[in-house]
């Protein structure tokens, strides 16, 4: 059942679920991504300290990145068949695993079952990046755009809690530096899969489940999915290269560590401060121009990246690339929810998360080796290129009226 399918006699009857599933959604995502932000500030020092060789370091957030990418469609098809409150309740499951199962890497001082650990994470978070989707499920057109911004605002609490837990859990299993750090994330799995068993999504209808819609090679040929597909993988990708990189490139201009956990703090910041009102703008000035806006923070984020290495230069970059990124996720989430039908959204939306962290997953491998091999400012210049590319398309595409949509 979507709003869209929604009948007046049963909306007067039934209370509108959506407020309820956005709270409640949004909440799960502040638990999600203080985990999320956690790995961010924690995962390449672990990976440097158990590594033998140490280009190595960033392989465990790469793996998350490759489970969450080759997890994203399978768990997207079985949301669809089973529900999101049960397909949530899984990923959230399989946090609490990742999270003892990093503890115990730490332990053992085992880099093959950290990486183990972080790409069971990474199955974790394919299901908790639907959060965003499953919030426009019960949503009408007219608020789709602000319910997703709202379930991301949910980020800014992780803002500040993810990296802080970091800190005060480092060494709480000392000299285990970290493993603490570990629990605390299946903790913070285990609240939120608490917290799921209250919201209230009905499950897909027996004709969304059984229609096939449209093939995708007809839906991937609409102008608003290739700009929406690409604002997304160049904004998270390109984001994901250099936020990765920073604590280990903090760490070698020898910033301590908890001016890397505040640099990622108000990186966290700038990602999800603004989706109190991208939805807002959106619909004021349409997905495009959000995109192209996107795409000019995060080229202001490279220069500041390039002009120096103090530590108010790591802050700066990283708040724009954060709100780069917001307006270039968001704008591109918004956009990609016009393209399909009810019955072809599990598969357009498994489509999508599986480009876009599958560019994650590369970028997460690459930074390290990159870093390793050329340095700091090589990690800044390689965004210059898909940056540029994806808000081109989107002030041209933006200009030009869309065709018809296929039938």
Not at 66 to 94: D, Q, Y
Not at 372 to 382: E, F, H, T
Request: glycine content about 10%.
């Amino acid at each position: 059942m979507t709003a869209a399918a929604s009948h007046p006699e049963t909306d007067r009857a039934r209370p509108d679920p959506t407020v309820r599933n956005v709270l409640l959604l949004a909440l799960c995502q502040a638990l999600a991504m203080s985990a999320s932000g956690m790995t961010i500030t924690m995962a390449a020092l672990v990976g440097h300290v158990l590594a033998e060789d140490k280009g190595l370091a960033t392989l465990p957030f790469a793996c998350q990145f490759l489970a969450t990418m080759v997890a994203t469609l399978p768990a997207s098809l079985l949301m669809a068949r089973v529900g999101r409150r049960a397909g949530f309740s899984l990923g959230a499951l399989l946090g609490v695993a990742a999270g003892l199962t990093s503890w115990w890497a730490i332990v053992e001082g085992s880099f093959a079952l950290f990486c183990f650990g972080a790409a069971l994470f990474g199955v974790a978070s394919a299901f908790a990046y639907f959060y965003r989707f499953a919030a426009a499920d019960t949503a009408s057109e007219a608020f789709k755009s602000k319910a997703i911004s709202l379930v991301m605002a949910g980020g800014l609490i992780a803002a500040f809690l993810g990296p802080q837990i970091a800190v005060w859990t480092r060494e709480l299993l000392a000299p285990l530096l970290f493993a603490g750090s570990y629990l605390a994330i299946a903790g913070l799995a285990g609240l939120a899969l608490l917290v799921l068993q209250f919201i209230r999504i009905p499950r897909p209808s027996v004709a969304e489940r059984s229609a096939p819609g449209r093939p995708l090679l007809v839906i991937m040929r609409q102008r608003k999915f290739l700009v929406a597909v690409l604002a997304a993988i160049v904004g998270y990708g390109g984001m994901n290269i250099v936020m990765t990189a920073t604590p280990l490139a903090m760490a070698a201009c020898f910033h301590p560590f908890e001016s890397a956990a505040m640099v990622i703090q108000w990186h966290a910041v700038g990602m999800f401060a603004p989706a109190f009102f991208t939805g807002n703008l959106i619909r004021r000035y349409g997905c495009e121009r959000v995109i192209a806006v996107g795409g000019l923070l995060m080229l202001g984020c490279v220069a500041v990246n390039l002009s120096g290495v103090a530590v108010w230069n790591f802050w700066l970059a990283l708040f724009l690339l954060g709100v780069g990124w917001s307006f270039m996720f968001i704008g591109g989430t918004t956009l990609l929810t016009e393209t399909y039908r009810p019955e072809e959204r599990a598969k357009v939306q498994g489509l999508n998360d599986l480009l876009v962290f599958g560019s994650v997953a590369v970028t997460a491998w690459s930074s390290g080796q990159i870093l390793d091999a050329l340095g700091w400012q090589a990690i800044n210049v390689s965004l210059l290129l898909p940056v540029v590319l994806a808000l081109g398309l989107a002030l041209w595409f933006g200009r030009r009226p869309a065709p018809a949509p296929s039938a």
